[in-house]
């Protein structure tokens, strides 16, 4: 079975054009989730949907579903999707590239006549990045059912706009009810944010799953004192305390092969140069491909906290605010990206996300893979995100195979 090409042109000239949509100054979008330039580049999109033989439709969240009929309508769509918003200082690729290889295998499907079992849909899903509405992937996890709709609907910006509200007014609010959309299976195709790829020399990461996330907040208490007039041994130094934590979570992150740990954030109050430090409050993040394995990152981290803090005379409230399982994407999936990339002649590297994508949601309700491409020095979420040409066509290549495989499979 001979497959088909897409056109490498013209996916890295839709690419360019769409990044007129938010261009800055320096090269990069800021393309935030249901402003004015999200409009433009959604209108854009459902006119060359159109222009593709795509219906598309609009759910209650603004995810947009571009549908291709295929030769047995009753099968659920395969879909391949992911998003158009970007961060303030966002790339030209993180979430775009996912979409606009998927709107070039259906113009690729379209041009020849191609047939498919299943129809085909191409999913644009509504503030994956969450800068302008937090959390992130909001209009994949209500589709899944993660997040119930009024949740979503209250989300509020920093000017107090609702996500409803911001969703009326650029005209994306759509009549279908969100969830209700079946999907046979989802792949999205995405940059991997990360220097593995780069590194190992692999133009195709074979994702096979995403780590689990766990979040926590702590605040540690001391007492407030002069600097100049409380002998040492006297002190409750909160920031101390702190400062041997993070030193302890980082050794968590080394201790346990393939597991990630970081205190990002960390504010010390009074922050005087000659007090004591009596309260600070720090954030940390543990990563895990293993639930097990993250569970006991957890337990060490608890550990250390008790451990570093009580001797110190400090009391401190520490809290878990947010967990992601870890996932694992549909084996069936996976074989078709494994194959569909041997079948374009690139080498593969099997890897499993650091990041959460839209794919985390939709893989608790339908079969769902991820297909990564490198990205200059693993950096993302920067005006300076780079994914050359041919990439982003092995990309868009290997999304058409193993869709197209996957398909065949139906029949
Ligand atoms: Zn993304």
Redesign the pocket.
Known sequence: MQNLKINAQRLWDTLMETASFGRTMKGGINRLTLSDDDRQVRDWFRTAAEAAGCTVTVDEVGNMFARRPGRREGLAPLAMG??LDTQPTGGKF??VLGVLAALEAVRTLQESGYETNAPIEIINWTN?EGSRFAPAMLGSGVFAGTFPLDFANGRQDRDGNTFADALMRIGYRGSEKAGAHKLGAMIEL?IEQGPILENAGATIGVVTGVQGMRWYDVTVCGEDAHTGATPMHLRKNALLGAARVIDAVDAIGREFALGVATVGLIENRPNSRNVVPGEVFFTIDLRHREDNVLEQMEQRMRLALAAILDPLGLTYQEKQIWTSPAVRFAPELIGCVRRAAEEAGLATRDMVSGAG?DAVYVARIAPTTMIFVPCLKGISHNEAESTSFEECAAGAQVLLNAILEYDRGLA
């Open positions: 992911s998003h993180d979430g994956e995405h994508h």
